[in-house]
């Protein structure tokens, strides 16, 4: 199992203000810093380390670095989540962690591209979690509305919720689409940028929308783990913040339309 360690306490959406520095000496590499929210960090053998190696130079002076647990590499922090709990998240402390030089990735100062393109394929990876959630909340919930009946009907053949899960499937295809549509441009060697962010933030809102309507047309048992259909809602809740907010997706998305449309 490897962990992407990108995150700071001070540098979530601003990744590339990172703070852990790399100093050379010799032929190695010695990190010292600290890093947040690190996914699969506890199991994790394998890091890939994100550091500066030249702070005058900014985001250009970020290198990406491969080191294993035994170097040194400190659990600080297991976190308590809301959701996704079969998935650690760790604080992570490097003390005078010793790399070789042979373990950059990219280059000296490229560890911005090699961050830039590990996010954006990602997000059609969070895009399809996010589908799973939807879809998985809604096969557990919509066959129970056609069980349970109140005044002599099935619940779900109630115009009122037969609506609500008409416009859930239509959501579920349409962020089907979206995820699709990127992965077949990521696939094919084409720019997917703005279409990975697309289907990132679409279905992360409909894998929050549906697994909430879904725990309300299950009603009361619903909101209880008898049925689990609240898990998908605890765990929809972290689409909309990991691997880039909602937000960052939408100001991705924004400056895309910018560029094509503006003249200026």
């Not at 520095?21 to 380390?49: C, P, Q």
């Not at 009946?149 to 779900?156: C, L, N, S, Y």
Request: include cysteine; charged fraction near 20%.
């Amino acid at each position: 199992v490897g962990s992407f360690c990108l995150s700071e306490p001070a540098s979530g959406s601003d990744a590339f203000a990172l703070q852990t520095r790399a100093v050379k000496d010799g032929n190695d590499w010695v990190i010292n810093g600290s890093k947040m929210w690190i996914t699969n960090s506890y199991e994790a053998e394998i890091f890939l380390i994100f550091a500066n190696v030249d702070p005058s130079k900014g985001y250009k002076g970020i290198t990406c670095f491969v080191a294993t647990k035994d170097m040194g590499v400190q659990i600080a922090k297991k976190e308590q989540k809301l959701g996704i709990r079969a998935s650690s998240t760790c604080t992570l402390s490097f003390d005078d962690l010793r790399i070789p030089e042979e373990n950059i990735i990219g280059g000296l100062g490229k560890g911005y591209k090699v961050a830039i393109e590990i996010l954006n394929e990602g997000r059609i990876g969070i895009a399809a979690q996010m589908l799973g959630l939807a879809q998985g909340a809604f096969d557990k919930a919509v066959p129970y509305t056609y069980e349970r009946k109140q005044f002599g009907q099935p619940v779900g053949t109630f115009q009122g919720m037969a609506h609500q899960i008409a416009e859930a499937a239509i959501q579920i295809e349409a962020a089907r689409l979206l995820t699709y549509n990127a992965a077949r441009l990521k696939e094919e060697g084409h720019i997917f940028t703005k279409e990975a962010a697309m289907a990132k933030y679409y279905a992360s809102v409909v894998a929050q929308k549906v697994s909430g309507s879904a725990i309300e047309w299950a009603g009361g048992v619903g909101f209880t783990r008898e049925t689990g259909i609240e898990k998908f809602w605890r765990d929809s809740k972290i689409g909309a913040i990991y691997e880039g907010t909602s937000n960052i997706q939408l100001n991705t998305i924004a400056k895309f339309i910018q560029k094509e449309y503006s003249s200026t």
